[in-house]
C-alpha cells in the first residue's frame, strides 16, 4: 500500500523520531511504499487565517494546501505520528489538518439530509501517538478517550477513511529502556503489518 505519514516532532533525536523510524523499516519490510510529511523539517504553516478561509469558499486552493492535498489523495493510507501535547496533537499538526483537510476535499454535507460525507478513500488509517502519562492515568483523566475521539473518529473516519486504529505508547518519559525497545518492536511490527 502507498502511505502518507504526517510526523509531528521539532526533535530529530527524539523519541517520535526513533518510532517512526522503526514504523517506516516495518513498512519496508512489508513490502509498503511511503512519504514522510515532516511537519516541522519544511516548517509548515499550520494557521487557518482569514486569507485561507476565503479563498476556500470561493473555491481557490491556496498553493500549499494543494500540494499537500495532493499527497493525501496520492496515498492509499494514512498514517499521523505525533507526542501527546495538552491531551491532543501538537498545535502544527492539529493545523496541518484545519488547513488541508478543507470542506469539499476531505468531507462534505449531502445536500438532501444536511448529514457530513467523508471524502477520502483512503483503506486504512493509523495514529500513533506516545505520551508521558502511564496508561491507567490516561484512561482515568480521559486522556485516551479524547485523542481517540478527535483523531480516530473526529478526523480520520469522519473524512471516510475505512479503517482507522489508534496505538498510544504510553510512560515514555518515566520507562526504562527495556520498554523502549518494546515500543520499536512494536512500532516496527505495526508497518510491517500495515
Ligand atoms: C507541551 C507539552 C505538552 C504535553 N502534554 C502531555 C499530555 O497532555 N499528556 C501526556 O501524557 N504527556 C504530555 N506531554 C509529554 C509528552 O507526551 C512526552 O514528552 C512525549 O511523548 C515524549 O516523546 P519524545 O521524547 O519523542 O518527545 C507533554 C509534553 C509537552 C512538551
Known amino acids: 500500500m502507498k502511505i502518507l505519514i504526517v510526523y509531528a516532532h521539532p526533535n ?8 517512526l523510524e522503526a514504523f517506516t523499516s516495518g513498512l519496508s519490510q512489508g513490502g509498503h511504499t511511503y512519504e514522510v510529511m515532516d511537519l516541522y523539517a519544511v516548517r509548515f504553516n499550520p494557521c487557518l487565517d482569514g486569507g485561507d478561509l476565503a479563498k476556500l469558499t470561493a473555491g481557490k486552493t ?8 495532493e499527497k493525501v489523495s496520492r496515498a492509499e493510507g494514512i498514517v499521523l505520528i505525533h507526542p501527546v501535547w495538552w491531551t491532543g496533537a501538537p498545535a502544527i499538526l492539529k493545523g496541518w489538518v484545519d488547513r488541508v483537510f478543507s470542506m469539499g476535499f476531505a468531507y462534505k454535507f449531502d445536500e438532501k439530509t444536511g448529514h457530513p460525507v467523508g471524502l477520502l478513500k483512503h483503506k486504512k488509517g493509523l495514529v500513533i501517538n506516545t505520551a508521558g502519562a502511564g496508561e491507567e492515568d490516561a484512561e482515568a483523566s480521559g486522556m485516551t478517550e479524547t485523542i481517540h475521539r478527535a483523531e480516530v473518529e473526529g478526523v480520520l473516519k469522519f473524512c471516510g477513511v475505512r479503517e482507522a486504529h489508534h496505538v498510544i505508547f504510553y510512560n515514555v518519559i518515566m520507562t526504562n529502556d527495556e520498554t ?6 512494536e512500532a516496527k511490527r505495526l508497518g510491517e503489518d500495515f
Open 62 to 69: 491556496p498553493e500549499d494546501i494543494r500540494a499537500q492535498q
Open 180 to 185: 523502549r525497545r518494546r515500543y520499536l518492536d
Open 12 to 19: 530529530p533525536q527524539s523519541f517520535n523520531h526513533a518510532i
